[in-house]
């Protein structure tokens, strides 16, 4: 559970975020973004909204699977500072990702090409020791799921 932890946050992530590159997609598609240029809002109102729900419901995903996988057994000898170490970096990653997420959505000419920038994070928990022993993966694979720690 305490390799496993780890790749299931980091997949709810980018899964999170691929829904907001997704949204703002479809914003632009139907010419919210257009409409809302008329009204005497900040240019960047829509963007800093879309990204702030996805922190918020991307915090709100990381709680209840922390929750279940305290439910399950999970136990970390961590204290609370570094739990709320842990919260930060999630926080600024999701941030971090949400934004390229904003970029992808924006400029994306289809609804596969706004949230295809999300498949290589979604992937890289596979290739890692999240899931699998490192033992039991082929050569390649290995010796980049140790290096990669």
């Not at 050569?139 to 290096?147: C, E, H, I, L």
Request: a positive charge; zero cysteines; glycine letters at 6%.
């Amino acid at each position: 559970m305490n390799y496993l932890l780890p790749g299931i946050l980091l997949i709810a992530i980018a899964s999170g975020v691929s829904y907001t590159s997704f949204r703002l997609f479809t914003d632009v598609q139907r010419g919210i973004l257009e409409r809302f240029r008329t009204m005497p809002i900040s240019r960047s109102a829509l963007l800093w909204g879309h990204v702030l729900t996805s922190l918020v419901s991307n915090t709100i995903s990381l709680i209840v699977i922390i929750l279940v996988a305290l439910i399950m057994g999970f136990r970390s000898p961590a204290g609370l500072l570094s739990w709320l170490a842990v919260a930060g970096i999630l926080m600024l990653f999701t941030l971090a990702i949400t934004w390229v997420a904003a970029i992808a959505g924006l400029s994306a000419k289809s609804v596969d090409g706004a949230s295809a920038f999300s498949y290589p994070i979604i992937f890289l928990p596979f290739i890692s020791s999240a899931f699998v022993p490192t033992e039991s993966m082929p050569r390649v694979v290995r010796v980049f799921a140790r290096t990669s720690r």
